[in-house]
């Protein structure tokens, strides 16, 4: 399902779920006659990125937003569905072509410091991927690791010192110079700044802005902050219990949210201007996730919610400028709103 309708997608994501086994031990569950007890943190995702965009998924915590990026990097196995890089199926990354395969997709991770190994040094750190990957010199791999640095804004003599001698965004600077070492076209970034302060923030932000235009790089971006995501995404992603709900380019998804959990979401981001901006707080609380609601997972919160939301599941269904998996936008129960007003924290 490729989303522009024109270039192949760097990406393909079909159908993917990641299921996890909670149950309690064998003996403890046949003894009081419990069933098995899965966890659907995954449950059946569909999206393409092309090449050189930033895709964005949001939502709130456990919505499967972190799941869904280590599947994409192969540090979980798929319960169902196939993910694709180019063609190619990231199954293939503990095969023969697995190697070639982690050239070209890497992660960044949301915590710097846990993420760096304390006891090695940074150049160490940043040269450990081409030792892995390449066949480079130790001149060849002292010359790129002093590349990378000045790529991310830090000096070349940096890489004699340790993690613990950093900030904490020199350390995601330095988590970035790891990630881009064997050149990739891909990066998963699990709320890369979620952790530093809100003027470091935008600083790594522009970095990873300037990487991507002058590297041509691809990036899924994730992230609970929508003010970040209204920064640096092209589409975004919106997740709930496990599935994307709606998927639509920034400024449509912004400006003219359809699904109704979209909807709640960013009328809660704060209107710092004090513009009076009207808002639908977000309603209840997230379900169970080992016992979802039936049909739709968000009807129990959902006020447009009908009698065919409690009984089937919806697919993404494609508006003019969207795909939204909502029954009531589908069936025509919701009326077009007018565009939210945009806060202060967006404006930017």
């Known amino acids: 399902m490729s989303d522009s309708g024109q270039a192949k997608p760097l990406i ?24 098995r007890s899965m966890l659907r943190a995954v449950d059946g995702v569909s999206f393409t990125i092309n090449r050189g965009e930033t895709l964005a998924l949001v939502g709130e915590s456990g919505c499967g937003k972190s799941t869904m990026a280590r599947l994409l990097v192969g540090l979980y196995p798929l319960t169902r569905g196939e993910i694709f890089i180019d063609g190619e199926s990231i199954t ?26 304390p006891r090695w040094r940074v150049g160490r750190i940043i040269a450990e991927p081409l030792k892995a990957h390449t066949k480079m010199s130790i001149a060849e791999q002292e010359a790129r690791v002093d590349e990378l640095l000045k790529q991310v804004g830090l000096d070349p003599a940096d890489k004699s010192r340790y993690p613990h001698q950093f900030s904490g965004g020199q350390r995601q600077r330095i988590s970035i110079a790891r990630a881009l070492a064997v050149r990739p076209e891909f990066l998963v970034c699990d709320e890369p700044t979620s952790a530093l302060d809100v003027s470091v923030q935008a600083q790594v932000l522009n ?4 990487l991507q235009r002058d590297l041509g790089l691809t990036y899924l971006f994730i992230s609970h902050n929508l003010a970040v995501v209204h920064h640096v995404a092209d589409r975004v992603g919106v997740m709930y219990l496990g599935r994307i709900v709606e998927i639509a380019d920034r400024e449509e998804l912004f400006n003219n949210p359809r699904h109704p959990y979209t909807k709640m979401l960013l009328s809660a981001i704060p209107d710092i201007e004090g513009q009076g901006k009207s808002r639908t707080p977000v309603a209840g609380e997230v379900p169970n996730p080992l016992n979802p609601p039936s049909g739709c997972t968000f009807h129990p919160r959902c006020p447009h919610a009908q009698p065919l939301c409690k009984q089937a ?8 400028k969207s795909q939204v998996a909502c029954h009531a936008v589908e069936q025509g129960w919701v009326l077009e709103t007018d565009a939210l007003p945009r806060s202060g924290l967006l404006s930017h």
């Open 12 to 35: 393909e994501v079909r159908d993917a779920a990641r299921w996890f086994d909670v149950s309690a031990p064998w003996l403890e569950r046949v003894l009081a006659g419990k069933p």
């Open 92 to 117: 293939e990354l503990n095969g023969p072509k697995g190697p070639s395969l982690r050239r070209r997709l890497q992660m960044i991770f949301q915590d710097p410091y846990a993420s760096l190994n």
């Open 207 to 210: 970095i990873m802005k300037d």
């Open 313 to 320: 599941v919806p697919g993404l269904f494609r508006t003019d």
